[in-house]
């Protein structure tokens, strides 16, 4: 089973984001008949043979053993990932694409660096998982709190000198077999977690809860996407 499998076909995204099915990869985590599926998630087995061929068709699920039980072979599946990812490719038409509005300061290119990102990676998984080998990467993942817009902007400035030292430090165009990489650096506010308020069942209504405060940033509108994006 592969750690991570990334969707590049339209059929098999749709295939995943069923609920029935969402449940079905789930619990495939561990091996499992369709009839043990039933069980666990109180479905019809007729119904649970539908979904787990439909995911086999699809390379969601794959078959990881037959068991005979009398006269009858019992087939038993899991899933063909730990998690999935839903590549951009899918809606390839529609995705967003960096080289439309280049700006270090919109939060949507940053959606769209990331968008990128997936498709890319998701392409080289792919690959490599085919060729039984493994993708050269590497990640950075930090946080850091700032005490002000001010400290902030300092930080990304200082970030962007960094890298583009670093880029001009070993970029080689002319390096005979060399390899080029992509480097993507991101910052953004990390949402803030939604707290009820202690009179919430009172004025969210029944089944409601409180929409969270806006932070600062978030207060002050989209505008240009500077504030929001460093």
Known sequence: M??????????????SLDPIRRRILAALAEPGSAAALAARLGLARQKVNY????????GLVELAEE?????????????AAASFVISPAVLAAVSPDPAR?????????????????????????TGAAEAQRRVASFGIDAE?????????????????????????RYHDESAPGGRSHRVVVGL????????????????????RAPAP???????????SG?????
Do not use: C, M
């Open 101 to 125: 509005a280049p700006d270090q300061l919109s939060a949507r290119w940053l959606l769209a660096l990331g968008s990128r990102l997936v498709q890319e990676v998701g392409a080289l998984l």
């Open 51 to 58: 979904h787990l061929k439909e995911l086999e068709r699809h």
């Open 226 to 230: 500077q504030e929001n994006a460093r």
């Open 144 to 168: 850091v709190r700032f005490a002000s817009a001010a400290d902030r902007t300092a930080f990304a400035d200082g970030l962007a000198e960094a890298v583009a030292t670093l880029v001009a």
């Open 188 to 207: 953004h506010q990390i949402p803030a977690s939604p707290e009820p308020a202690p009179d919430a069942d009172r004025s969210a209504g029944p089944g």
């Open 213 to 223: 405060a806006p932070t600062p940033d978030a207060a002050a509108g989209s505008g």
């Open 2 to 15: 592969l750690d991570v499998a990334v969707i590049e076909e339209p059929a098999a995204a749709e295939a």
């Open 67 to 79: 068991r005979r039980k009398g006269n009858v072979t019992e087939r038993v599946y899991r899933a």
